[in-house]
Structures are given as C-alpha cells and as structure tokens.
C-alpha cells in the first residue's frame, strides 16, 4: 500500500497568515492527490483534486502544488472557518489512502 | 441535489455482522461511483471499497475477507455487509460519490454522507 505522511501533524496560525501543510507519499503518485477539510463532527469536504485543481465552490485562497512524492496544501490567508483537520489522499493505487491528518487552529 | 444518506444499526456485537445501507439521491448509481469509508473515532480515514457505476467492485484488501458491497439501482441503494466485527471496527461510516460519472482514473470523494457511528461492543 502506499503510505501518505502529512507535516505537522498540528499548528496554530493567525488571522491573515499563510499556512502549509506538507503530504510525502512512499511512491512517485503522479499528481494523484487530493486535499479534504473535516470540521468537528462533519464529515470531510474535498477541496483539492489532482494536486492542484480546485473543486468548484472553494475559496481561492486554498491552492495545491507538488509532483512526484511530494505535496503541499496552502492557505494565503487564515480565516477562522479554516480551522478543522486536512486530510491528504492518494487516488493513484488500490487502496486509496489517507494520511492521519492536520489540525490546524486559530492561534 | 446530491444527497447521500446512510443508515443502519449503532451497535453491533462482537462477532456479528455489520449491514449498513447508503440511500442516494440527485444521481444515478448507473453513472457514479460509490464508496465506503470509515473513520474511528478521533483517528484518520481509511477506504474500504467501492461500487463502481458498471456494477463492478473494489475491496481494500486488509478488510476483503470480511466486506462485501452491493446495491440495489431500482431503490438508489448501496450496500455494505461486514463480518466478523472486533472492538477496532467502532466508527463512523461513510458513503461517498466520485467528482465525474462513468469514472476510470478520478478517485476523489467529492460528495460525503453525513456519516454514521457504527459502536462494536459486547
């Protein structure tokens, strides 16, 4: 299985502030990756697909990038409804999966 | 609009069977992708299996012993059966739908349930 490694594993930002979220994959996954947010008790939301294309009704300041193994997550500018959990997932191999989160909160 | 809804028992013995359903609507299982995943409480996301619109499935192979998917198109219904539950299958399950129809490469869950808390304990 290929194994997705997400850094931190938690932060804390201000309003305003640029945030990144890492994801390492155990294998070049070819830009198979996708970005989700949870909320406490909600279920995931998609926000990034395909490393770097946004899905449709999510704010601009959310962006994907990365190639190979390697992936990154960035919003430009903290808002308070960005706190939650980003997950990254691999979609390249069965079994899709995950890495084990980031929670990031309103310092 | 794109709905999904599941539903089923919130406790389950050790041992027994889990069956789970997933009640769609605004889309046809003919054209979408379905898919299970779960979450145990306070921990990540793991993909269990999918439903593919051509009525083929797909199993996480830690859980392909144990899981079976079906579906039911005259109902909108997606099914999920798993035996032989342990104490480590507590969580909360999720249906999910792919971004396109009649999908081959785009695996991302672009809709979700609202999920359901699935408690394995004697």
């Known amino acids: 299985d290929i194994q997705m490694t997400q850094s931190p594993a938690s932060l804390s930002a201000s309003l305003g502030e640029t945030v990144t979220i890492q994801c390492r994959a155990s294998?070049?996954?070819?830009?198979?990756l996708a970005w989700y947010q949870q909320k406490p008790g909600k279920s995931p939301q998609l926000l990034i697909y395909?490393?770097?294309s946004l899905q449709d009704g999510v704010p601009s300041r959310f962006s994907g990038s990365g190639s190979g193994t390697q992936y990154s997550l960035k919003i430009s500018s903290m808002q308070t409804e960005d706190e939650g959990v980003y997950f990254c997932?691999?979609?390249?191999?069965?079994?899709?999966?995950f890495g084990a989160g980031t929670k990031l909160e309103l310092k | 609009q794109v709905q999904l809804k599941e539903s089923g028992p919130g406790l389950v013995q050790p041992s027994q069977t889990l069956s789970l359903t997933c009640t769609v609507s605004?889309?046809?299982?003919?054209?979408?992708?379905v898919h299970w995943v779960r979450q145990p409480p306070g921990k990540g996301l793991e993909w269990m299996g999918r439903?593919?619109?051509?009525?083929?499935?797909s199993y996480n192979s830690a859980l392909k012993s144990r899981l079976s998917i079906s579906r039911d198109t005259s109902k909108n219904q997606v099914f999920l059966k798993m035996n032989s539950l342990q104490t480590d299958d507590t969580g909360t399950y999720y249906c999910?739908?792919?971004?396109?129809?009649?999908?081959?490469?785009?695996?991302?869950?672009?809709?979700w349930g609202q999920g359901t808390l699935v408690t394995v304990s004697s």
């Open positions: 999910t739908r792919d971004r396109l129809p009649y999908n081959n490469w785009d695996n991302w869950f672009a809709y």
């Open positions: 605004g889309f046809s299982l003919t054209s979408y992708n």
């Open positions: 439903m593919r619109y051509n009525g083929d499935t």
């Open positions: 294998e070049d996954i070819y830009s198979g």
């Open positions: 395909g490393a770097s």
């Open positions: 997932q691999q979609g390249l191999k069965y079994p899709y999966t």
